[in-house]
């Protein structure tokens, strides 16, 4: 039986997103220190750079430049923006960042320490995997389709051995 071409493209769409889904549920629930994190874009502050909905693949850093996208944290609470300009204070550095699309500079300076890591990779829609909407949109959707799919295939296939079998029969019978 022939795989057609809709087929690979929905099974290796599904592959990438589960691999990346699974990655970022691990990465998130055991918190890995200083291993990549994946992040769920929540606001729109470092558009068009990344969108709202993207998926932040993070991995941390020795050191962080200018023009660097870091995810860090405030207050319990993770941000994703760029860094303006580096400030060494004794022994330890500190950022100044601002969203892209903000106006002004952050009213915080980020330590070093509450770096998370810099921005290697966005995913644009990836991120909403993480809401059952977006779960039911990228994962339960595609394998139905997928499902359905192999169904109308393997019923066409069957019936297709039924329809030769039965011409096989029927010409047997005339030979005899």
């Known amino acids: ?16 997103i589960l691999f990346f889904t699974g990655t970022s549920i691990i990465a998130t629930r055991f918190g890995f220190a200083n291993g990549p994190k994946t992040f769920s874009v ?9 969108s709202v909905g993207s998926m932040a693949l993070v991995i941390p850093q020795k050191s962080y430049s200018p023009y660097d996208i870091i995810a860090f944290d405030i207050d319990g609470q993770t941000v994703i923006h760029r860094i303006t300009q580096t400030i060494p204070l004794g022994s330890k550095i500190k950022f100044i960042t601002r969203g892209d699309a903000n106006n ?7 330590d070093q320490e509450k770096t998370q890591g810099k921005v290697f990779l966005s995913i644009p829609c990836l991120g909403l995997v993480k809401t059952p909407k977006g779960f039911a949109l990228f994962i339960v959707l595609p394998a139905l389709l997928l499902v359905t799919y192999e169904f ?18 029927y010409e047997k019978s005339l030979a005899v």
């Open 1 to 16: 039986m022939k795989i057609s071409s809709l087929t690979k493209i929905l099974q290796i769409s599904i592959f990438v």
């Open 152 to 169: 109308v295939s393997l019923k066409k296939e069957i019936e297709k051995i039924i329809t030769q079998k039965a011409k096989e029969m």
């Open 42 to 50: 929540l606001s729109g502050s470092m558009e068009p750079a990344i």
């Open 104 to 110: 002004a500079v952050d009213s915080t300076l980020v």
